[in-house]
Every structure is written in C-alpha cells, then in structure tokens.
C-alpha cells in the first residue's frame, strides 16, 4: 500500500474508475448479446432497435474513453453486418393495407386540395393587411422661439 496521502488518493481514484469500466462492458457486452439474440430469432424489428441501443452505448463508452475507437468501429461493423445479412421476411398483410389507403386518396387530389386552400388563405390575409393600413402621419410643425 502507498504512504504518500496523493498516491493513496490515486489508488482510491483508479479503484473506482476501474468498477465504473468494467460495468460498463459488461452493460455493452449485454447489449450485443441481445442483438444476437434478436437475430437468431429473426426477428427484424427487435433487431433493429437493439442494434441502435447497442450502437449507441458503444459511442458513449468510447467518448467516455472505456474503449477505443478501432474496438467500437469493428463491433458496430460486424454488428450491421450481422443485421444486413439476416433474410427479408415481410407479412402480406401489410403490404395489402398499404395498397388500400393508396388506392382511397390519391396523392394528386390531396395536394390540389392543399394548394387551393393555401391560395384562398392569403388571399384573406391580403386582404386584412390592406383594410388595416394607418393613415400616413403628417410631419409634426416645428417651434420655432
């Protein structure tokens, strides 16, 4: 053990940084599991928010300086990798849905609704501008003593 009270105070210091460290990689190691987790299931929509979560914290642990920057960059990209790799699997269902509501209003008939409305609304506030003009003030008469 140190004698000196700074070299105390630095172990002390170092003691604590070193637990904050290691809570924080086993936080990210936990986040990448889950990814791979979601992954193995196939589940897209998990695998894409956990892949965000875990992308994240692997940014702030490097800005806090737990990891180094290489380290974080070749995870996030065996990460994504990961994730751009998994198959395609969407639900018919959805994709029927969406033809519906394209079919209903066409996009053509909602933008000359929008267009015209906007057209009529400033032209009333052409309007209101014009009727509440002031009337031009006269120059004051100067005293002259």
Do not use: C, Y
Not at 4 to 10: A, D, G, N, V
Not at 56 to 66: E, H, T
Not at 78 to 85: I, P, Q, V
Not at 96 to 121: G, L
């Amino acid at each position: 053990m140190a004698n000196i009270k700074s070299q105390i105070k630095r172990a002390r210091q170092a003691e604590v940084r070193h637990k904050r460290n290691k809570d924080a990689k086993s936080a990210l190691k936990t986040l990448i599991k889950k990814f791979n987790v979601a992954v193995d299931k196939e589940d897209k929509t998990l695998a894409e928010t956990s892949l965000k979560n875990a992308v994240k914290a692997l940014d702030k642990s490097v800005s806090r300086g737990i990891i180094h920057k290489n380290n974080a960059a070749n995870k996030k990209s065996g990460l994504s990798r990961r994730f751009s790799a998994m198959p395609e699997k969407v639900a018919p269902k959805v994709e029927e849905k969406v033809e519906e509501t394209a079919v209903e209003t066409p996009a053509e008939e909602k933008t000359a609704k929008k267009t015209t409305a906007k057209k009529a609304v400033v032209k009333k506030v052409e309007d209101k501008k014009d009727a509440k003009k002031p009337a031009p003030k006269k120059p004051a008469a100067k005293k002259t003593e």
